[in-house]
């Protein structure tokens, strides 16, 4: 799994597996699902990020497993 904040583009992109993708949607305004050929959802990219998340926590990455 790799997660990519792309300051300049402000954008993040959340890759699950590196299956080609073959279709993509946009299912909310700025929210992009990318599909495999098994219609599986393989990423997820965010736009406009900077509207949705302030400055500070972009700095700040957590993770958590469970």
């Known amino acids: 799994m790799k997660l ?3 300051k300049e583009g ?3 992109y959340l890759r699950f597996d590196e299956a080609e993708i073959v279709d993509s ?3 909310q305004p700025s929210v992009i699902l990318d ?4 219609n599986r ?3 997820i990219e965010i736009l ?3 509207t949705r998340v302030t ?3 972009l700095n700040l990455v957590q993770l ?3």
């Open 25 to 27: 949607e946009e299912v």
């Open 48 to 50: 406009n990020l900077s």
């Open 64 to 66: 958590e497993t469970v």
């Open 55 to 57: 400055k500070d926590k």
């Open 10 to 12: 402000d954008a993040l």
């Open 4 to 6: 990519k904040i792309d």
């Open 35 to 38: 599909f495999n050929k098994d």
């Open 41 to 43: 959802v393989v990423g």
